[in-house]
């Protein structure tokens, strides 16, 4: 069996997924106080490495950790705060975890503390283009590298985007990042793409890009989706954040039937289960 990316790095751990066979489930794990959807909900530390374990315990493959809010018109935190807000979680999650964890960073220097730690993913945003270290850091540390799509920042992202071609731009755009983060010398077997659902996106474009994601196979690097409980869905169906689940699972569905092989995801358990129902009645 080919090594996996998602091979942890903890001393004794012998979880090895294959994300070519099965789809794996990211756990969101924002410690955060502003997040869209969980803010402040596991803002302390002895919260947030119970529910870490908990998603373990439900089925989660992927714990991804993240330290600054990535919403519509969330403001930059430091490296300084970010390290403060998630170090002591991940030093305590590499020696109690069995699966692999994931840090949701666009800083050279939080990744290489947390990859330190015992991290194996950055989840990066800006897909290497707002910090010119933190492609050298993931190709030193051999780490997997998620690279997204954004159009803008976070800030300014859902200020009216547009697009000529929403799919094909989106794909030159994550040749071009794949392209650098091997120039950076990440191994390509450890990039993974993501179309960016909700990052300088409207309803539309979301729903677009969902229908047509097997577009992005192309690329030859696993596809990783996050629909979670976005507004697309709230959008579409009227409803609160509180009562987005439902929506998420038929996003989910229809991620797994064109290409996804990885879904990051506030809801674990349910989203699991999806899963492999899903993947029984495709295979």
């Known amino acids: 069996m080919k090594t996996s990316i998602l091979s942890p790095r903890v001393k004794g751990a012998d979880y090895k997924p294959d994300i070519?066979?099965?789809?794996?489930?990211?756990?969101?794990l924002n410690v955060?106080?502003?997040?869209?959807?969980?803010?402040?909900?596991?803002?302390?530390k002895d919260v947030a490495i119970e529910h870490a374990l908990a998603m373990e315990n439900e089925g989660a493959d992927i714990i991804d950790i993240g330290a600054e809010s990535t919403r519509p018109g969330a403001d930059m935190v430091s490296d300084a705060e970010q390290l403060r807000r998630i170090e002591d979680i991940v030093?305590?999650?590499?020696?109690?975890?069995?699966?692999?964890?994931?840090?949701?960073?666009?800083?050279?220097?939080?990744?290489k503390r947390c990859l330190d730690l015992g991290a194996s993913i950055i989840n990066d945003i800006s897909a290497l283009r707002k910090d010119p270290k933190?492609?050298?850091?993931?190709?030193?540390?051999?780490?997997?590298?998620?690279?997204?799509h954004m159009k803008g920042t976070p800030r300014t992202?859902?200020?009216?985007?547009?697009?000529?071609?929403?799919i094909l731009e989106i794909i030159d755009f994550l040749r071009k990042a794949k392209a650098k983060a091997i120039s950076c010398g990440i191994k390509?077997?450890?990039?993974?793409?993501?179309?960016?659902?909700?990052?300088?996106?409207?309803?539309e474009h979301n729903l677009s890009i969902l229908k047509f994601l097997s577009s992005f196979k192309?690329?030859?690097?696993?596809?990783?989706?996050?629909?979670?409980?976005?507004s697309f869905i709230g959008d579409v169906l009227g409803l609160p954040i509180s009562e987005r689940a439902f929506g998420?699972?038929?996003?989910?569905?229809?991620?797994?039937?064109?290409g996804a092989k990885i879904l990051r995801v506030h809801d674990v358990k349910q989203i699991k289960q999806v899963t492999a129902l899903t993947e029984a009645i495709n295979n």
């Open 248 to 258: 998420t699972a038929a996003s989910c569905v229809i991620a797994i039937l064109n």
């Open 91 to 111: 030093k305590t999650l590499a020696k109690k975890l069995k699966i692999p964890i994931s840090i949701d960073t666009s800083s050279s220097e939080v990744a």
């Open 188 to 203: 390509e077997d450890n990039i993974i793409i993501d179309p960016g659902i909700g990052f300088g996106k409207t309803t």
């Open 20 to 28: 070519l066979k099965h789809v794996q489930i990211m756990g969101i």
């Open 157 to 166: 992202m859902q200020q009216n985007p547009q697009y000529d071609d929403l």
């Open 134 to 148: 933190l492609g050298p850091v993931i190709a030193k540390y051999n780490a997997g590298a998620v690279l997204m």
């Open 218 to 230: 192309i690329l030859g690097s696993p596809i990783l989706i996050g629909t979670s409980r976005k």
């Open 32 to 44: 955060t106080p502003d997040s869209f959807s969980d803010a402040g909900v596991y803002f302390s």
